[in-house]
């Protein structure tokens, strides 16, 4: 299906560079930076990705199917060159990427510019949320890049899609996402063999795309992991006992709600994901062509894969992006028709040239008035400052002060959100019961036993017997702080307004005073 091509990023280029900013909005550290740098450190130091697990007493040893390992070496390299301004010319890269390969998508479609910059503009909020320092900005750049293939091969009928080969080799090294491009390809050669079975144009294509679809596949075991990379992603996928404590695991619809309820004014990322994804199940519905229907397909996956988890809102704006942009345009052709056959337009009416869409994009914000705003916009946030942000009320940053002016090491059994923090500051000298990779290093009965202890589940406290645990590092709203302060054996030593930390009543630790020392939180801190 030939159509016109109308690029951005030649009728408006700095609007691009402003979007790419909105995107990149969020400079905040997020939970698990401390451990992927950590992680990294460790690769790069060894010479190799890490096999086996030296951070917990809980499965000490254990098998680690570290399936982002690539990625955790660009942000320890990033990081051990240029510090946080490293990781954050890193994310830029990321963003700026995907930003433009989604615009390269669109632009295969034949929609006006005006539409493509709507379109483009809501995404860049709906993404923001999730454009962390995290591995999952490569899954995302990557779909963008598959995305921007598949539209050419559907909108041109040709592309080099021969690429997501080694693409998808490199992507099982970088981010479990990969999953995604194995989806999006199966979908892609399914319909358009389907279509070319029900238009009597034979199997060539399809079984073209067909095998290239299983070449790279098979490319994603090229991993020092083979199949342990896909173990992993198969069990991240299941319905994990973790999952109902991980926000980035909630559905879509319960997530904007609780946002609605605890910070309203953030709710705007959430409802620009949704309206995406209404938009594009809405236009097709006016338009059911089937045209770009490979590409509807994999938008549809993408968008019930949005649905039943948040983490998935950014892969459904990429994927929606396309073919939404084309069906916008298929609707506003439409209504510029009836305009123009209207009985009601004067004599002559039908012969007045259309306005140039593109040409007004470009007016309506000169370039160096673009160019400027987004470099004020990225100073203002942070973009080019050697600091980053953490939320002193989301780590337990005055406990770990504590520990380390008072010498307090050992195994800690702490909040698995705050494991990897406790890792970058703690060890070697402590280890950690838990983390945030639950789902590549840990055995399901250690995860279910944690998950009863700090529910406060009587059957939980079979934990505090069945480990060596030297210290309890919880956050106060969690239900067995109250229990472990009765807890025969524990005793309370330090309290702040995010923490308790227990000592076993026979430790050093528990003998610095007779009561526990009350910390002050400090009113900002930095990464790390």
Not at 173 to 202: C, E, K, P, T, W
Not at 501 to 524: H, M, N, Y
Request: glycine share 8%; charged share 15%.
């Amino acid at each position: 299906m030939a159509t016109r091509r109308i690029s951005l990023l030649h009728h408006a280029p700095a609007l691009v560079l402003l979007l790419i900013v909105v995107a990149n909005s969020g400079q905040w550290a997020d939970p698990d930076l401390w451990g992927h740098l950590r992680y990294g450190q460790a690769a790069l130091a060894s010479g190799h990705a890490i096999a086996n697990d030296p951070y917990s007493y809980s499965a000490p040893g254990s098998v680690w199917r570290d399936h982002e390992w690539l990625t955790e070496i660009v942000m320890a390299v990033a990081y051990n060159n240029f510090g946080v301004v490293g990781l954050k010319l890193w994310k830029f890269a990321c963003v700026a990427a995907t930003v433009v390969l989604t615009a390269l998508a669109m632009a295969e479609t034949g929609a006006s510019a005006t539409i493509q910059l709507n379109l483009l503009g809501v995404a860049a909020l709906a993404m923001l949320l999730q454009n962390q320092f995290r591995p999952q900005l490569f899954s995302f750049m990557l779909l963008a890049a598959t995305l921007a293939l598949l539209a050419r091969d559907d909108y041109r009928g040709r592309a080099p899609v021969w690429l997501m080969i080694p693409m998808m080799a490199l992507w099982s090294n970088l981010h479990g996402g990969f999953i995604v491009a194995i989806a999006a390809l199966g979908a892609y050669s399914g319909v358009v063999g389907l279509q070319d079975l029900m238009a009597g144009r034979g199997f060539a294509r399809a079984l073209r795309l067909g095998l290239i679809t299983l070449a790279g596949t098979m490319a994603t075991l090229i991993s020092p992991y083979g199949f342990g990379a896909w173990r992993v992603v198969i069990h991240a996928l299941k319905n994990n006992a973790a999952h109902p404590i991980i926000s980035d695991w909630q559905p879509l619809m319960r997530t904007t709600i609780a946002q609605w309820q605890a910070d309203p004014p953030t709710v705007i990322f959430f409802v620009c994901g949704i309206a995406i994804m209404a938009a594009f199940v809405i236009t097709f519905a006016c338009t059911p062509r089937d045209g770009d229907l490979p590409l509807v397909a994999i938008a549809a996956i993408m968008t019930v894969g949005a649905i039943a988890a948040v983490r998935n809102m950014p892969l459904a704006a990429i994927a929606c992006m396309a073919p939404t942009a084309r069906h916008f345009e298929l609707i506003a052709a439409r209504w510029r028709r009836r305009n123009i056959t209207s009985p009601s337009i004067k004599e002559g009416a039908a012969a007045a040239p259309r306005v140039d869409q593109s040409s007004m994009a470009q007016s309506g914000l000169r370039p160096w008035l673009g160019i400027t705003v987004a470099i004020v916009l990225a100073a203002m946030q942070g973009m080019f400052s050697p600091w980053l942000a953490v939320d002193v009320r989301e780590y337990p940053i005055g406990a770990v002060a504590f520990m380390k002016q008072h010498h307090i090491y050992g195994n800690v059994l702490g909040n698995f959100v705050w494991g990897q923090y406790l890792i970058w500051h703690l060890e070697p000298d402590s280890k950690v019961f838990m983390d945030g990779r639950y789902d590549t290093v840990y055995p399901q009965p250690i995860i279910d036993q944690y998950l009863e202890f700090v529910s406060g589940q009587p059957a939980g406290f079979k934990v505090l017997r069945a480990y060596p645990h030297d210290l309890i590092l919880m956050p106060l709203k969690t239900p067995v702080v109250s229990m472990m302060e009765s807890a025969p054996g524990w005793k309370l030593v330090y309290r702040d307004g995010n923490c308790e930390l227990f000592a076993r009543a026979d430790s050093a630790a528990a003998k610095l005073s007779d009561g526990p020392i009350v910390g002050v939180l400090p009113r900002k801190s930095i990464f790390p």
